[in-house]
């Protein structure tokens, strides 16, 4: 059985644990007895002030299961996905105020991607129980559903289609992982027509295990590549737009999707030791992937060229899933099986 897939069950069939049935700040104060704002972590230039009340809402009107995913649009509102089918998306003001919430119809949503198009933005949100992609507008009104790719023939049936996130390359092309699935990038053109698989589960230099999550990496105009990751092996892989493997990168911890701002690259590593207790990181690498930071780690050193061995600082984090860097490079981050915790806000120092 799969790492991710053990744990997962094992916390479903633990599903009466005190943290569920607890407030989020009562969860934090029981599993975390450091203070909930102003504890200052990260290392060198990449520091920040913890704030783990920015994101708490009345539970009784805003509630949260799973938060997975947050993006950012051009006006500064921030988009976070959220299991609970009475608001699956939260959208909040960098003060943490709501702007609103929309989403009943979504029990697996995961990953949540921001498309640019012209003057406009929308959204890409990956649901694990339907087994589907649906592309949004902002205000959540469906204008397309992509279903599991038959003309792959990779797929007998749609519940062996199980997405995970989406990125959008400049012409408008996008790439589905199949994170939960078989392991399959699946890659559309702007219609939403299938054009080509690869990847795979395995141990090949070409397949993953656990392709959680995807990003398209325009630092270097004349050789963009895909980032993808291998979140089970502990690694990322970097691809061509076609779909040709070009390199792994080892990391040492069990991260979760890719996030590009400016030259740096972040991720969420969800586990660093344990699955079976809260865990995770925020790794922050250089246009090189070099680790030079991680908030929410024990102490270590940085920038050399090799991976540096990174452990949970045990108070930070309880399972960060992903990162979302605002324009003044603040980050806010989405908690999986946290007890049912809102987004904490890390304020550049």
Not at 104 to 113: D, K, S
Not at 214 to 237: G, H, M, W, Y
Not at 299 to 318: C, K, L, N, S, W
Request: aromatic content about 12%.
């Amino acid at each position: 059985m799969k790492l991710h897939s053990t744990r997962r069950s094992f916390l479903k069939l633990g599903g009466t644990i005190a943290g569920l049935s607890v407030l989020p700040h009562a969860s934090f104060a029981i599993h975390n007895k450091a203070r909930l704002v102003g504890e200052i972590v990260g290392q060198g230039n990449f520091t920040y002030r913890v704030d783990k009340h920015w994101g708490i809402q009345d539970p009784g009107k805003i509630p949260v299961r799973h938060c997975h995913e947050m993006v950012q649009d051009r006006q500064g509102k921030l988009y976070m996905t959220t299991t609970h089918t009475r608001n699956n998306i939260i959208i909040y003001h960098d003060t943490g105020r709501v702007y609103e919430t929309w989403g009943t119809e979504y029990p697996g949503a995961h990953g949540l991607t921001l498309a640019r198009e012209g003057e406009k933005d929308f959204l890409f949100i990956t649901d694990t129980e339907r087994h589907k992609v649906f592309k949004t507008t902002l205000s959540g009104r469906v204008l397309r559903t992509i279903e599991y790719p038959k003309d792959a023939g990779i797929y007998q049936s749609e519940e062996e289609f199980v997405p995970t996130e989406v990125a959008v390359a400049p012409n408008g092309d996008f790439y589905v992982t199949d994170g939960y699935g078989k392991n399959y990038i699946i890659q559309y053109d702007h219609y939403g027509r299938y054009i080509r698989h690869f990847g795979g589960k395995g141990d090949g230099e070409d397949q993953f295990d656990c392709c959680h999550g995807i990003a398209v990496d325009l630092r270097n105009p004349k050789d963009p590549c895909l980032l993808i990751t291998s979140r089970s092996a502990q690694e990322f892989k970097r691809f061509t737009l076609d779909g040709e493997y070009i390199e792994t990168i080892p990391v040492g911890s069990w991260i979760c999707r890719p996030v590009i701002k400016g030259d740096m690259l972040y991720f969420a590593a969800l586990a660093t030791e344990s699955w079976w207790e809260y865990d995770g990181v925020l790794l922050v690498m250089d246009r090189n992937y070099r680790l030079i930071a991680a908030p929410g780690a024990k102490e270590t050193q940085f920038g050399g060229t090799a991976m540096p061995r990174v452990t949970y600082d045990g108070r930070t984090f309880m399972n960060p899933h992903d990162v979302c860097v605002d324009r003044n490079d603040n980050l806010y981050v989405p908690q999986w099986f946290s007890g049912n915790t809102y987004p904490l806000k890390l304020s550049r120092v």
